[in-house]
Antibody
Framework: EWQLVESGGGLVQPGGSLRLSCAASGFTFTCCWMSWVRQAPGKGLEWVANINQDGSEDYYVDSVKGRFTISRDKAKNALFLQMNSLRVEDTAVYYC?????????????????????WGHGTTVTVSS | QSALTQPASVSGSPGQSITISCTGTSSDIGAYNYVSWYRHYPGEAPQLMIYEVTNRVSGVSNRFSGSKSGNTASLTISGLQAEDEADYFCSSYTNNKVIFGGGTKLTV
């Protein structure tokens, strides 16, 4: 069974840091692009960042650029999100998600930007 | 990058068909065939229903279908069932980012 389990959320003061983790199981972790998506209370989904299958490319929503860093560890089958300089508006449930990525052989991967496996989320609250 | 525009709510009776629209721009929906649709029951993980505009995920009922015309994508659900009541989100790729719609609450 494909599974993603997030951890690392909690209460932090504005300006503080948190590191989220996402443990992957049931599939070959290096198959796919991975993303972090968040949902603020009473709001819709917001894509935060993604990373390609070998960690050589990463992209961010403008509001977190320079503050958040996405990374992955293939030996641990884990995805991470280092969040620094946290703001009240970063308060949300953070989901880890797998991209439905095509593999064309010879090391060529192509994301579809459709996220087909999700964790149940970890809650981050930024408040003084 | 602005969010995609979805109606806040739609409703239908069991057995009916409904369509949820998702409007973007020529830089996102209009430029790429990377539109996805998700069903989200509150408190649970979102579920991918449709990807690349029209591709249905394995195991998803064929009552769900996706389409696109210009800068607007659509999700159609036919033969509405009570279990379809949920929030639905669209998303699109644009310029090395992914943007979501604000979500549509479907009431059956």
């Amino acid at each position: 069974e494909w599974q993603l389990v997030e951890s690392g959320g909690g209460l932090v003061q504005p300006g503080g840091s948190l590191r989220l983790s996402c443990a992957a199981s049931g599939f070959t972790f290096t198959c796919c692009w991975m993303s972090w998506v968040r949902q603020a209370p009473g709001k819709g989904l917001e894509w935060v960042a993604n990373i390609n299958q070998d960690g050589s490319e990463d992209y961010y929503v403008d509001s977190v650029k320079g503050r958040f860093t996405i990374s992955r560890d293939k030996a641990k089958n884990a995805l991470f999100l280092q969040m620094n300089s946290l703001r009240v508006e970063d308060t949300a449930v953070y989901y880890c998600a797998r991209d439905r990525t095509y593999y064309y052989g010879s090391g060529t991967y192509s994301p579809t930007y459709g996220m087909d496996v999700w964790g149940h989320g970890t809650t981050v609250t930024v408040s003084s | 990058q602005s969010a995609l525009t979805q109606p806040a709510s739609v409703s239908g009776s069991p057995g009916q068909s409904i369509t949820i629209s998702c409007t973007g721009t020529s830089s996102d929906i209009g430029a790429y065939n990377y539109v996805s649709w998700y069903r989200h029951y509150p408190g649970e993980a979102p579920q991918l229903m449709i990807y690349e505009v029209t591709n249905r995920v394995s195991g998803v009922s064929n009552r769900f279908s996706g389409s696109k015309s210009g800068n607007t994508a659509s999700l159609t659900i036919s033969g509405l069932q009570a279990e379809d009541e949920a929030d639905y989100f669209c998303s699109s790729y644009t310029n090395n980012k992914v943007i979501f719609g604000g979500g549509t609450k479907l009431t059956v």
